[in-house]
């Protein structure tokens, strides 16, 4: 796979718009307490999503977004995504905190 094949997909479903390391990210980023947490919050929902990926294609489902290769090739751009979404809900968490005082 060349470069200018495989970055529509690192950019796509299988890397930074990965839908389960969005919502990890989301996740985590709701419970996160402080803004250094957010950095371990989104590679804890990149390594997440690579798991989640990783025993879906052992029982057989096919990888979301068409992506074939390595699951550490898609880790950055998961975690990029991850942490953005993760730093957006933790913005909003904290304004809706300070809006009901």
Do not use: C, Q
């Not at 990965?18 to 590679?43: C, E, H, S, T």
């Not at 798991?51 to 879906?56: E, F, K, N, P, R």
């Amino acid at each position: 796979m060349t470069p200018s094949e495989s970055l529509p997909l690192l950019f796509g479903l299988a890397g930074l718009l990965n839908p389960f390391a969005l919502l990890i990210g989301a996740a985590l980023g709701w419970y996160a307490d402080a803004r250094a947490k957010l950095v371990i919050a989104g590679f804890a929902a990149a390594a997440l999503s690579v798991l989640i990926d990783v025993s879906l294609a052992a029982s057989g489902v096919p990888a979301i977004g068409g992506y074939e290769g390595g699951p550490l090739a898609v880790m950055p751009f998961r975690f990029l995504g991850a942490l953005i979404v993760a730093a957006l809900v933790h913005a909003i968490r904290k304004r809706s905190r300070r809006n009901r005082r």
